[in-house]
């Protein structure tokens, strides 16, 4: 069966399934009201309330689901991607060349920035509003909404499924699942993949991965498969992905080891044995970003699709994704960027150093994000920084002077201005900056979606 339950640990009872039903909050709202349908907006509202934790491990209660649903596989082969970093721009360097070479191909990402549909793409287009409601319904229905013992889904299990099921409805060639957390408990390991590529690991999420890159390594290789080829991005992966490979039979290969890259000045090449070819510089502009371009593409060889070389290079050189070193006006230059973690925070620095020019932040952060980490990478290239709030992140959220208080012996007072939100930060910092400079906004998706979302940037950003 190509969806099914591989959770090695936090297995859930019926007495759990059950607990957890019953400690729902109080005064949850039903899907309909009236007998009138719900909007996804309120879909959406609703399915936080569903799971008393917003982040719940385990495949369990998915994979039941699942069942339910009869949920088969999404498409004829599947390429599932984890990583610390590098992830959405790893699928839209696969879906770009899928595509370019005539397949019929389905992404899933997460988060979004500024619309829930982005996260669920088939053949290029967002799912729309009807398509993602109507497999809500489905998946309340399948998880026995109104019995006691309901299965509580958690929100991005919801989506999850409804992705699936709509990638099976539309008799794709290819799909592209981004993991959300880790890999192995995470809610697209219930599907099986073709190939599964790591793009890297490094500390984040660490209260739920583990304080190491070995012990996080060892999550991300759940999604390893055996006989099924395991494509490894970076240079030094950690040897618990590696060790897993072997353990289970999985065909590693390994970027820099099995297949080559060389950037030159105008283009680079892709090599692996008997084969080779040159592609033009990625619009994406991160130095991460060839790795990401090379995975995607020894992801791609590894399956029984033929791709031309010329879609190969048609999709690197045309593969877009928003809010990754994203230029979106240029005097002042003013740059978006999801980053958030401390691996991030060293390939923007090393950017900033390959472009040098004048650049004030306007950074704003989760709380539970190694905030210090960041800042201390990025405070030398960094010549002044916006601090803002972030209000629409719940308990993870930080207020603009919470956060200059926690940078405060990083930043000193003249280095650094605290503001209430995203949208007065970026205004600040417009006002203060010459025409020549630059302003880079970053430090969480929450940041990036406020940027595009303040006056006079929308038409621009989006």
């Keep these: 069966m190509p969806i099914k339950s591989r959770c090695a640990k936090a297995h859930l009872t019926r007495a759990d399934l059950r607990s957890e039903c019953q400690s729902k909050p109080v005064g949850l709202s039903p899907p309909y009201n009236g007998g009138m349908k719900r909007s996804l907006g309120q879909w959406l509202d609703y399915q936080m309330q569903v799971h008393p934790k917003s982040i719940a491990m385990g495949l369990e209660r998915v994979a039941a689901v699942a069942a339910r649903l009869r949920a088969g596989k999404p498409a004829k082969q599947v390429i599932t991607i984890a990583g610390t970093n590098g992830k959405g721009s790893t699928v839209a360097f696969i879906e770009a060349i899928a595509r370019a070479a005539g397949l019929k191909v389905g992404a899933y990402t997460s988060p979004h920035l500024l619309r829930y549909n982005e996260r669920v793409r088939i053949n290029g287009v967002d799912a729309d509003d009807e398509a993602l409601i109507a497999a809500f319904e489905r998946i309340e229905q399948a998880r026995g909404a109104d019995a006691i013992d309901a299965i509580p889904l958690t929100y991005f299990e919801f989506g999850t499924l409804a992705a699936l099921l709509l990638f099976e409805q539309a008799d794709l060639d290819m799909v592209v699942l981004e993991v959300g957390l880790g890999g192995r408990l995470d809610a697209t390991n219930i599907v099986d993949p073709d190939v599964a590529v790591v793009t890297t690991v490094d500390l984040d999420h660490q209260d739920y991965l583990g304080n190491d890159r070995e012990s996080i390594g060892a999550e991300k290789a759940g999604i390893l498969r055996a006989g099924k080829p395991a494509i490894f991005g970076e240079k030094d992966p950690p040897s618990s992905l590696l060790r897993r490979a072997y353990a289970i039979g999985a065909n590693a290969i390994r970027a820099h080891s099995d297949y080559l890259i060389e950037r030159r000045e105008h283009d680079w090449n892709w090599r692996e044995p008997g084969y080779e070819i040159d592609l033009p510089l990625p619009l994406i502009t991160a130095p991460a970003q060839l790795d990401n371009a090379a995975a995607a593409i020894a992801a791609l060889r590894a399956l029984a699709f033929a791709i031309p070389d010329a879609a190969i290079s048609k ?115 417009r006002a203060a900056v010459g025409t020549d400079e630059r302003i880079l906004v970053f430090g969480s998706f929450h940041t990036v979606a406020a940027a595009m979302k303040a006056p006079g940037m929308g038409s621009r950003a989006i």
């Design 315 to 429: 999709g690197v050189g045309s593969a877009r994704v928003a809010g990754r070193l994203q230029v979106i006006q240029s005097k002042p230059e003013i740059v978006l960027d999801v980053g958030h973690n401390p691996q991030a925070a060293r390939q923007l620095a090393e950017w900033l150093r390959r472009h040098p020019k004048p650049t004030r932040a306007v950074f704003s952060a989760l709380a539970d994000k190694d905030i210090e980490a960041i800042v201390e990478i990025l405070a030398g290239p960094i010549d002044f920084w916006h601090l803002a709030g972030i209000d629409d992140a719940g308990s993870r959220g930080l207020t603009g002077a919470a956060l200059s208080q926690r940078l405060a012996r990083l930043l000193p007072s003249d280095r650094q201005q605290s503001h209430i939100d995203v949208a007065e930060a970026l205004n600040a910092a």
